[in-house]
């Protein structure tokens, strides 16, 4: 049988071939397989919130810092004069409302002098009616006492207009009062944000931020390496879908380890990709072609290891080998 095959090579390679395929699709139905995997790690990127120079770093490149660890600078001198400024923007403002409050008590001691005078006027005017009436007053008195009635009528009505305004200078003085609380909240958020510390515990990935580099509002200045929610993500070809399921079993290698084997679980399937490069990173996105040859889709798997090794360095985006058993 051997030597038949032999002396028809080409019968033999085809039959090696077909054996081989048929090999595969049947360990496909119970293993998958891919290089396509990489070690991640919550990545923490570190921007600055407020504009200025940088006056100073404080760490380096693959430096290990704790959470609350300053990490850099900017420099305060522009946001401590606001603050100061906006302090005497309050203090004025209280002051002014302070003025708009006497204002308001003055108002209140002429309108209650006002009506006074007016009712003493249309007294007067009462008294000098009567003694008309009966022939002891002349009609020159009865006009002073109108005219005076008249006269402390528009005084009141001055009086009591001026109180009104002096009230509203008291609402305004109450505004000027919370906008300069705001611009001093505000003031002292900016100048907090002059500092800027670790967040959590992680390593200082490369940066290319120097000092006295100008940062904008939104600027990335560095990222931070954590170790939280440590797992390699495995982009595993589409026809192994329907047969993956979270919590089965993983042996894999890393690319930082090699020649290690090891275990660890499903943890996460992506229910979908991106069909193009183009659209907004709210799924990923695989690409499907490597050179010209072009793959079937694939979707990131997440895989946790059941037990990181002591010792062993996290590298984030290092490379790893996945073999998931179904």
């Known amino acids: 049988m051997l030597s038949r095959l032999l002396r028809h090579p080409v019968t033999l390679i085809v039959g090696v071939a077909i054996a081989l395929f048929a090999l595969y699709e049947i360990s496909v139905r119970f293993f998958a397989y891919t290089s396509d995997a990489y070690v991640m790690s919550d990545i923490v990127v570190i921007s600055s919130q407020i504009e200025g120079p940088v006056s100073r770093l404080a760490v380096q490149n693959d430096q290990p810092v704790a959470a609350g660890d300053l990490l850099f600078e900017i420099e305060r001198t522009p946001f401590q004069l606001k603050l100061e400024e906006t302090q005497a923007a309050l203090a004025q403002a209280k002051a002014d409302l302070e003025l708009a ?5 003055a108002a209140k001691a002429n309108v209650t002098s006002a009506e006074a005078v007016q009712t003493n006027a249309q007294a007067t005017l009462g008294r ?13 008195n009865l006009d002073v006492a109108t005219r005076d009635v008249a006269t402390a009528g528009a005084n009141v009505l001055m009086a009591q207009a001026q109180l009104s305004v002096a009230a509203r200078r008291v609402t305004v003085a109450q505004a000027n009062i919370a906008a300069a609380n705001a611009a001093l909240d505000k003031a002292q958020y900016d100048l ?10 992680g390593h200082v990935a490369p940066f290319t931020t120097r000092q006295g580099d100008y940062l904008e509002p939104g600027s990335k200045v560095l990222a931070l390496v954590t170790e939280r ?3 390699i993500v495995a982009n595993v070809a589409e026809r192994h879908l329907a047969r993956l399921q979270v919590g089965q079993k993983v042996w894999l290698t890393l690319g930082s380890d090699p020649w290690v084997i090891h275990e660890g679980h499903v943890s996460g399937i992506a229910t979908g990709v991106a069909r193009s490069p183009d659209v907004p990173e709210v799924v990923p996105y695989v690409a499907p072609t490597t050179d010209w040859v072009r793959l079937p889709r694939r979707f990131p798997v997440e895989v946790t290891l059941d037990d990181w090794p002591d010792g062993l360095r996290l590298f984030n985006g290092a490379d790893a080998r996945v073999l998931i058993w179904f």
């Open 229 to 231: 929610r440590r797992r």
């Open 192 to 201: 907090s944000k002059t500092t800027v510390a670790a967040p959590e515990p």
């Open 128 to 140: 000098v009616k009567s003694l008309s009436t009966e022939g002891f007053s002349t009609e020159a």
């Open 101 to 105: 409050h006497d204002e308001v008590t």
